[in-house]
């Protein structure tokens, strides 16, 4: 017997073996999801009992911002109203890549990359990164989705580009992988564990070598180093100044206050006026005739 805001159901048929089956830990969190509690009636069905109470007596509930949504609260204004500040940032083609590259952040970052690029693939996207690296397989899949949209991405590091992080730093547009003066990157191998049966573990080990290769032949292509460089730089924690990375090969370009100041400058300088090209010089023995 199902009784609630004045409706009443009421199941004449026997409860079939599968709903008789439930638990009473999920019929308990079924009642608590519907705002009611649950006691036994008379039938083999439960009664789930929604407790009435007046509007007046209610309070509203509050408006909570939504878990993970980086926003801030719009001053004079009575209501909790949060604006998204990543939704500002859409209209200018940034994203940023601030904390560990897991499944889901990265495919936060692919699916916003598809939708800008379904909407204008002839602007470029500027990813902004600052993070400890993470998951191989993840950041793969977003260096594929780099090259498969048709929009540039310009890579810029604003703080630290680790692991696998400084290798979709690398991954950028070339010619327009920037980086801040004061920010540091890092490179290392592959790293991964396995436990279970001899042959499992043989398998998980193929893979962390194959994938190791991969990333050592890519970070050749990407920097114009040799394999074999890669490989021995890759054996340890190797860290980089902004000015070693770019010598080293993962940046283009080290973004300094002053460049900055200049070509504000520059552009806020007015261009004068193109004057008129001088008249070529008349053959000798030859009259040319010219409109004023």
């Known amino acids: 017997l199902f009784q609630g805001r004045g409706r009443k159901l009421e199941i004449s048929e026997p409860v079939p073996g599968m709903l008789a089956s439930l638990s009473l830990t999920t019929l308990l969190s079924t009642g608590a999801l519907l705002g009611g509690t649950i006691r036994p009636g008379s039938r083999s069905a439960c009664e789930i009992g929604i407790a009435q109470s007046s509007s007046s007596s209610r309070r509203p509930a509050p408006h909570m911002m939504p878990f993970g949504t980086k926003a801030y609260r719009v001053p004079e204004t009575n209501d909790a109203d949060f604006v998204d500040a990543y939704t500002k940032l859409y209209p200018q083609r940034v994203v940023l890549l601030g904390q560990e590259m897991e499944d889901e952040v990265c495919n936060r970052l692919i699916s916003t990359m598809l939708f800008m690029d379904a909407d204008d693939s002839s602007r470029p996207m500027y990813l902004y990164i600052n993070s400890p690296g993470g998951s191989v397989i993840a950041g793969l899949a977003l260096y594929d989705t780099m090259y498969h949209i048709g929009s540039q991405v310009i890579t810029i590091n604003i703080g630290m580009a680790a692991s696998m992080a400084s290798f979709i730093l690398a991954a950028g547009q070339p010619g327009k992988r920037m980086a801040l003066p004061q920010s540091r990157v890092m490179i290392h191998q592959p790293m991964g564990g396995a436990e279970g049966q001899a042959e499992d573990v043989r398998v998980e080990a193929e893979q962390i070598y194959r994938i190791k290769n991969t990333l050592v032949t890519m970070y050749a292509q990407m920097t114009g ?36 100041l200049e070509a504000r400058a520059k552009l806020a300088t007015p261009t004068p006026p193109v004057g008129r090209e001088p008249r070529a010089a008349v053959p000798p023995g030859k009259r040319v005739f010219r409109w004023p």
């Open 225 to 260: 180093q040799t394999q074999e460089k890669i490989l021995k730089d890759l054996g340890h924690d190797n860290y980089m100044s902004a000015q070693q990375a770019l010598d080293y090969g993962l940046l283009d370009r080290i973004v300094d206050a002053e460049s900055q």
